[in-house]
Structure formats: structure tokens, C-alpha cells
């Protein structure tokens, strides 16, 4: 079972940016389409970003053109930029993995984010001024 180590986030004020970054214990490539969720207690999971093995991105509509994801292969990492960030933006990030098998592109992934795979023990983001 993949395993992650996560970093980033924080407090930011509105309209600021922050970074987010995952490494995992394995290489994911062949094996995992890769991803963002975020978590907000009483309002649930959404799958926030997600990159497969092509290098195709998914964004939800939310965070388009403000967040940008991006994968190393060779260091197994995962990066997520986080521009213009908002006050409603303010939740727990979870970097995640997902069978490619069945979920090989990143549209597709991008539905799956918080509800299959794996995923590490996230990373609190803050907006407010």
C-alpha cells in the first residue's frame, strides 16, 4: 500500500498563495493516477485536482485557473500551487492515489478523489484576513 509524506499549507490571507507537496514510498507511475482532495467537517470530500501518467490535468470548476497540480515521477513527488486562494478554499488537503486500472485518466480520477485509493494524513489551509 502506497504510503505518503505531506507538507505545505498553512494560513494565508485572501488572494494569497501557498504550496502543497506529497512524496510517496513508491513510484506511482504505471500504477496510481495521483490527486488532491479537500475536506471540510459537515460539508464533505471534493475532489480538488488530479494528474494521470499522460501528464493530463482535472481541476474542479472551483479552483480552475487558480490551482495548478504538477507530479514528479522521478522524485515521487506531487505538488499542488495554490494562487488566489479565498476564504472558502479554507479546509484539510489530502494528497491521494488511485488504481489506474480503473481509473486512468485524470477526468476520470477527478470524481474518485476522496471516496477510493489511499491517502495521507493531510494538511490544514487556512484564508482569512
Known amino acids: 500500500q502506497v504510503k505518503f509524506v505531506e507538507s505545505g499549507g498553512g494560513s494565508v490571507q485572501p488572494r494569497g498563495s501557498l504550496r502543497l507537496s506529497c512524496t510517496t514510498s513508491e513510484t506511482t507511475y504505471g500504477k496510481y493516477t495521483m490527486g488532491w482532495f479537500r475536506e471540510v467537517p459537515r460539508k464533505g470530500r471534493e475532489g480538488v485536482a488530479a494528474?494521470?501518467?499522460?501528464?493530463?490535468?482535472a481541476y474542479a470548476d472551483s479552483v480552475k485557473g487558480r490551482f495548478a497540480i504538477v507530479k514528479d515521477n522521478v522524485e515521487n513527488t506531487l505538488l499542488l500551487e495554490m494562487n488566489d486562494l479565498k476564504p472558502e478554499d479554507s479546509a484539510g488537503y489530502y494528497c491521494t492515489a488511485v488504481q489506474a486500472r480503473t481509473w486512468r485518466t485524470a477526468s476520470h480520477a477527478l470524481g474518485a478523489l476522496g471516496r477510493f485509493g489511499y491517502w495521507g494524513g493531510g494538511r490544514k489551509v487556512t484564508v482569512s484576513s
Open positions: 494528474i494521470d501518467d499522460d501528464g493530463n490535468t
